[in-house]
């Protein structure tokens, strides 16, 4: 073989090749982590997750744009937005194309995404940021995370998803960190023409679900085939399959190790198929992602999240460069919560809540309560409340934290 047709064939394979996925999340594992993970888990005392409640998650989008073509637009952004709670509440119109033999295997995950409407200070957002970087693209070693290296720092982990929009080098299309993960890296990272589903998007991936199939990857999901030759992804109810499926395969589709003659769930949103073929997560996938929102679990901090609730806004504008009396480590104890009687709210770290206001909205966002704080120790008779969930605001403007809390 001539040596410049060799050299071809070498670029060719390793640059891989267009009209294929390619997510790098495993990669990503592999080369950034020696699997030291830092916790990500929040000291405020919280709860367990209530049988099949919504999960609401409040999303921050970090747009780095190095042209206008990568500054996509508003409209593009929220429609991904409204594919992720279509896929994740198995309301997709597609669904209805998940295979007869494998819909019973069909969940709701019972999760919601929100755009985050108040920054980590109370602030008001509209939960899109936008910079010009001079990076004509970013590899998958999360320079896009830091406002020092060209990208914009994560938002506070334990009460934001981050997704970062920009141009990734090698067709990359996405990839997410895991569970566990360092804080500062916690998020998903997508190529600005594969999110969402309006714009101008690449045609395979048009329908918004590369980030679908990331935030799996977020909540804790494997590719289906278990990232080897015949793998397990350690979810019960996916089949075993030999390796990913590309493009748009027709079902039934076999591999070397099918369980039965159903073949492959090529249409998993774990898998590598095209936007227009993937349909369904599996009620192990919806255990999976719930068990992580469990009480202890890595994500359970957003069962507190209050980002996307517009009573946080009340308070109005802050200035930007104004620093929070409360330190962000700051870790209050609210408990129990669910509610019966008593809330017990305790300061940890020596941060005093004397003089401090103690407020309570419902989430049309009226007064119900309001109290100034008297000492580290607050107790709090809350028999008088309906049932429901509501919002506990702890101190005024800049330096108020709001927690998510509910009666029993
Ligand atoms: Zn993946």
């Known amino acids: 073989m001539r040596l410049s047709l060799f050299i071809f064939f070498i670029l060719f394979a390793l640059s891989g090749s267009f009209g294929q ?18 916790s990500n888990q929040s000291n405020t005392q919280s709860r367990d997750t209530l049988p099949d409640e919504i999960i609401s998650i409040p999303v921050v989008f970090h747009v780095l744009y190095n042209n206008a073509i990568q500054n996509i637009s508003d409209a593009q952004i929220l429609s991904q937005l409204q594919v992720l709670n279509e ?12 295979p007869n033999v494998f819909k019973p295997f069909a969940a709701d995950v019972r999760i919601k995404f929100c755009i985050a409407r108040a920054d980590a200070l109370g602030r008001p957002t509209n939960g899109i940021i936008r910079k010009h970087t001079n990076n004509v693209s970013y590899n998958i070693d999360d320079a896009m995370k830091s406002s020092v290296a060209g990208g914009d720092d994560a938002w506070d982990c334990n009460s934001y998803l981050n997704i970062w929009v920009c141009n990734l080098a090698g067709h990359n299309l996405g990839y997410a960190t895991q569970p566990g993960d360092p804080a500062d890296k916690d998020g998903i990272v997508i190529q600005f023409d594969a999110l969402g589903k309006i714009g101008n998007l690449q045609p395979d991936f048009n329908k918004g679900r590369t980030a679908t199939h990331e935030i799996g990857h977020w909540l804790g999901l494997k590719h289906i085939w278990g990232d080897s030759d015949c793998g397990n992804d350690g979810i019960y109810d996916t089949p075993q399959q030999s390796s990913y499926n590309n493009n748009c395969p027709s079902f039934p589709h076999m591999s070397s190790c099918s369980p039965n003659s159903n073949g492959d769930m090529f249409m998993n949103f774990m898998d590598y198929t095209n936007d227009a073929c993937m349909n369904l997560f599996t009620t192990g996938q919806k255990n999976k992602i719930r068990s992580l929102f469990a009480l202890n679990g890595p994500r359970n901090s957003f069962l507190n999240s209050s980002a996307c609730d517009s009573v946080t806004e009340s308070a109005g504008s802050v200035p930007a460069n104004s620093t929070p009396a409360i330190p962000s480590e700051v870790s209050l104890s609210i408990y129990p919560n669910p509610i019966d009687h008593d809330l017990n709210i305790v300061a940890l770290n020596g941060y005093e809540l004397k003089g401090k206001s103690i407020s309570i909205y419902n989430l049309t966002g009226s007064l119900i309560y309001k109290s100034t704080g008297l000492a ?32 029993l």
């Open 376 to 407: 580290a120790v607050n107790k709090i008779n809350l028999s008088f409340l309906t049932s429901g969930v509501y919002l506990l605001k702890i101190g005024n403007n800049a330096e108020k934290k709001v927690f998510k809390i509910i009666k």
């Open 87 to 98: 896929d994740y509440s198995r309301l997709n119109a597609d669904a209805s194309n998940t």
């Open 21 to 38: 996925r390619v997510c790098g999340t495993l990669k990503y594992e592999t080369s950034m982590f020696n699997k030291e993970f830092h």
